[in-house]
């Protein structure tokens, strides 16, 4: 791609950008100036920042700007403050919301916001989440829960499209009722948090076919003396994957797998079996 095609895509790319995020009017036919005011064009695309539909879509076409350290973040504030003012002011001024599932929710909104997903679209938005503040309803598509508390039990996720990419969500260790957890065949990176291990009730947690690396921490493979029956992951060896001893991870590879069957209630899903 020659410098001149590369600037035409970067400035399509932050125009459209402005217009999904709904920044402040005017910002749009700025970004459209900018080319004409003598900036360093260089150093703009050096440093720009993409919001994370972008990654997903264009992940394969622009791998220097959708590093790791780019994926989780953009110009309009962190995952975590977005789902934090989401939270509030959406849901918690209701009065209707407990403080439990206030903090679950915002755990949920903070995974939502870094990995693919804004206000109008990305593919969690497809399955119907961030519509209402009872993900245990019957709006948001993938989870379920359990119990007059609504403690969330299963979360079911994987080959998703756009594929969902970024860092594995250290905050999932506080849903400490977890007991499925089905993220395969997506596009995550980096190392499984060793926050994990506090999920003493996980069952089942199917984490192949990402882009993971490092060692799947002790405390994780501590769960395996407990409730966690089945831990894949892409540990078959090699210059990447994941480092996982044969006696913590029940299955090595990196294709599809899917023994289990999501159903609805307060059943779990089935089949349980080595994959």
């Not at 394969?60 to 700007?65: A, K, N, Q, R, S």
């Not at 403050?81 to 939270?87: F, I, L, R, S």
């Not at 990995?115 to 709006?139: F, H, I, V």
């Not at 984490?207 to 407990?226: K, M, W």
């Amino acid at each position: 791609m020659t410098r001149s095609s590369t600037r035409q895509l970067f400035a399509v790319i932050v125009l459209l950008s402005y217009f999904i995020d709904e920044v402040r009017p005017g910002a749009a036919i700025e970004a459209i100036s900018q080319p004409f005011l003598g900036l360093n064009w260089d150093v703009l695309i050096t440093n720009w920042q993409p919001p994370q539909w972008i990654c997903n879509v264009a992940y394969y076409t622009l791998p220097e700007l959708c590093s790791s350290a780019n994926a989780t973040s953009n110009f309009f504030g962190s995952p975590r403050d977005k789902a934090k003012q989401w939270v509030a002011e959406n849901c918690a001024a209701s009065g209707f919301v407990s403080p439990d599932q206030l903090a679950q929710l915002e755990i949920l909104a903070e995974f939502y916001y870094s990995t693919g997903n804004n206000d109008r679209w990305g593919p969690l938005k497809n399955l119907q989440w961030m519509t209402d503040c009872d993900p245990c309803g019957n709006n948001w598509e993938r989870v379920l829960c359990h119990g007059t508390r609504k403690n969330i039990t299963q979360i079911f996720l994987p080959d998703i499209w756009p594929p969902l990419q970024g860092p594995l969500p250290v905050s999932f260790a506080n849903l400490t009722e977890l007991e499925f957890l089905f993220l395969h065949n997506n596009a995550f990176e980096g190392e499984v948090p060793d926050e994990w291990g506090r999920l003493f009730n996980l069952n089942v947690a199917y984490l192949h076919g990402n882009r993971l690396n490092g060692t799947v921490p002790e405390s994780v493979c501590a769960l395996r003396d407990g409730n966690l029956q089945e831990l894949s992951a892409d540990c078959e060896g090699g210059s990447s994957g994941v480092s996982c001893d044969s006696d913590c991870c029940t299955a090595c590879l990196d294709e599809h797998i899917a023994p289990f069957f999501l159903i609805g209630g307060d059943a779990g899903p089935v089949g349980l079996g080595s994959p």
